[in-house]
């Protein structure tokens, strides 16, 4: 497998070095295990002929155009994390070759994978439209206002839609590389993430900071902290509206562009929120949690647990 890891002015350095160290510990641990793979060929790749890091060290790279047709291209994240940086990072001209350059190579059947902010540079060449994709959590409001065409699902960590991958936040970069390292060998890839000691994270939803997101509106800050006073009560949106100060489409269509969620789907969250705080903090049984937080049935939450965050009630549960 043939990958180009394209490194763009500004890019993040921890992205950079561990999506490089997957692909180096499986060529290794192939090796050691003398399995029948050929060896991952990568190349770091830019736009410029000098790249720098977000921590300013150089980066030695092969001008893109000159690389040849790789199997992927990985584009990790720009060392930008909040959306006035990003946005600026957005405009300029190494960018907006880069997009080009990737709708070119997806033109002839390479596939293209963006990890974190890397998303936004894939977005930029218009590759995701109608496609499903996710991205980093905290910046899911400017994606869906930069390229409301994807379809956006930042509870996900990895979205494989056609023959492009999109992964989340920061260290999804790991997860990203261990999808490619998978589709040449399950079982190398398994070895890998036992030796960098990766767990299985399907989910991000157990990492968002939900007020960081909601304190960006006040109309989803005021039904947030109605929210989280009902979450044993059933769920009304006429007095969701009313708590909220504004109508119950206006809030709707808040919570969609700030949160990607209708207000029911989003009181769920709160309530899967508190639930997984009290399973850590309390040894309140499962019944008596899905009580607090307005099940009936313990099953219920646990499904919920399950279909929510990808782990169990035990996986959950505070050690001691």
Known sequence: MKVNLLALDGVFDTGLATVQDVFSTANELAGMAGADIAPFELRVTGMRKRVHTSQRLRVPVVSAPDAGRPDWIVVPALGEKMPEGLQAALQRRD?????????????QGVRIAAACVGTFVLAESGLLDQRQATTTWWLASLFRQRYPAVRL???RMLVSSGPFVTAGAALSHIDMALLLVRQASPDLAATVAKYLIVDSRPSQSAYVITDHLTHSDPTVQRFERWARGRLADGFSLDEAAVAAGTSKRTLARRMQRVLGKTPLSYFQDLRVERAVHLLKTSD???EQIASLVGYAEGVTLRALLRQRLGRGVRELRMVD
Do not use: F, P
């Open 95 to 107: 960018v907006a070759e880069a997009a080009a350059a990737l709708r070119a190579q997806a033109g």
């Open 153 to 155: 699902d930042e509870s």
């Open 284 to 286: 309140k049984s499962l």
